[in-house]
């Protein structure tokens, strides 16, 4: 089996997620052109969902968009 790095895996597009060996989250990765306010919708409900993420961590006070803090 041929080993490719993280980088290599995703399109320029593409948004990806590191998990540690334990299952915890770790980090977000975001494609170049892109930030944090980006952050589509259903990896934020799949954070919220599946890693136990607070999502008042995603939306400030005075706005419905989602963002990462």
């Avoid at 952050?39 to 969902?49: D, K, T």
Wanted: glycine fraction near 8%.
């Amino acid at each position: 089996m041929t080993k490719i790095t993280f980088e290599e895996a995703l399109e320029d597009d593409d948004w990806g997620l590191i998990v540690d060996k334990t299952g915890k989250l770790k980090g977000l990765f975001i494609p170049d052109g892109a930030d944090e306010d980006d952050v589509p919708e259903e990896i934020i409900q799949l954070c919220i969902r599946y890693f136990g993420i607070d999502p008042e961590e995603f939306y400030s006070d005075d706005d419905e968009n989602p963002t990462v803090h």
